[in-house]
């Protein structure tokens, strides 16, 4: 994108995990936070550039591969319980934001963390 010089946008798919602590989840909330300073640092960067970096931050997304974990009752239940709309996303809950912020209608946002997470970090 630098050497073309025709600008561009970078969406970093992230994680809740690295805007709040959530127990059992060290390792992913610290690479995932790491990936919210490099969003950062690369929206400071390569904003004169005209390139646009930020991340979006889901919650559990409900997958074949994310079920067999997420959906067991003592996994879900507490975790749901401390979510405003108290369920998971869905696939194009989380394509949506991110189309956004590769369109022309984000052209004034970069460095932005956007948690799609069903209002859990809002606590």
């Given amino acids: ?10 969406v970093n798919v992230s994680s809740q995990a690295a805007l709040v ?23 400071l960067e390569l904003g004169k550039y005209n390139i646009l970096v930020n991340s979006v931050n889901p919650t559990v997304v409900m997958t074949p591969i994310s079920s067999g974990h997420w959906s067991q009752p003592h996994v879900a239940e507490p975790f749901l319980k401390q979510m405003p709309l108290g369920r998971w996303a869905t696939e194009d809950e989380v394509a949506g934001p991110i189309v956004f912020l590769l369109s022309d209608a984000a052209s004034m946002i970069t460095g932005v963390h956007l948690p799609i997470d069903g209002g859990c970090t809002c606590r």
């Fill in 1 to 10: 994108m630098v050497a073309i010089r025709k600008g561009g946008a970078i």
């Fill in 21 to 43: 602590a959530l127990e059992g989840h060290i390792s992913c909330g610290s690479s995932r936070a790491a990936l919210e300073n490099i969003t950062r640092c690369s929206a």
